[in-house]
């Protein structure tokens, strides 16, 4: 009977041993996984959140209308408060900007209201679709300066030659 109680002793604390062991090693397994899975994916998955929030707030306070076109139907994927401010009310602006994009990245544009706004289209892709990004710039004061200054050189020079046809009569 004491030989089956060293036995049953022996076994029972070998039990314990192993079952430690065993606890020990899950244990150590959930924290190699934590640390080196669980841990990691957290952080790029809070990256690419703040990313993502960083580039929104970059496209919403933008000084140009900034827009995301859809090249297979023209439709708008992202738009900021700009361009959604300009285009309101535009017949048919997203198959203009749509023509000839690869050949005429850069190109001037009218828009309904008089405005004239300097375009640069750039393709890419945006959740998992190819997209047009597209940046419009108002120019339309530039324009108005370029119109007054072609007429006051105009005007110059019909100035210049008046003098010179009344010397000659």
């Known amino acids: 009977e ?3 109680s060293l036995v049953g002793s022996e076994m029972c604390i ?3 041993l192993l079952c430690g062991l065993l606890i020990t090693a899950v244990l150590l397994g959930m ?4 640390d080196r899975l669980i841990l990691p994916a957290i952080r790029q998955y809070d990256a690419l959140l703040d ?3 960083f580039s929104q707030t970059m496209i919403e306070t933008a000084p140009v209308a900034l827009c995301v076109l859809r ?3 023209g439709s708008v994927a992202l738009a900021n408060e700009l361009t959604r401010s300009w285009f309101e009310g535009e017949e048919d602006w997203q198959a203009r900007v749509l023509t000839n994009p690869y050949s005429d990245k850069d190109r001037e544009m009218s828009l309904r209201d008089g405005r004239k706004v300097y375009l640069t289209v750039a393709p890419t892709r945006y959740r998992g679709e190819e997209v047009l990004l597209c940046a419009f710039i108002d120019i339309t004061a530039h324009k108005r300066i370029e119109t007054s200054l072609l007429q006051a050189k105009r005007l110059s020079l019909i100035h210049i030659s008046e003098p010179t046809r ?3 009569i």
């Open 14 to 16: 070998r039990d314990r």
């Open 166 to 168: 009344l010397l000659s």
């Open 71 to 73: 090249r297979a139907n």
């Open 2 to 4: 004491m030989l089956r």
């Open 51 to 53: 990313m993502a929030s």
């Open 31 to 34: 924290r190699y996984i934590r």
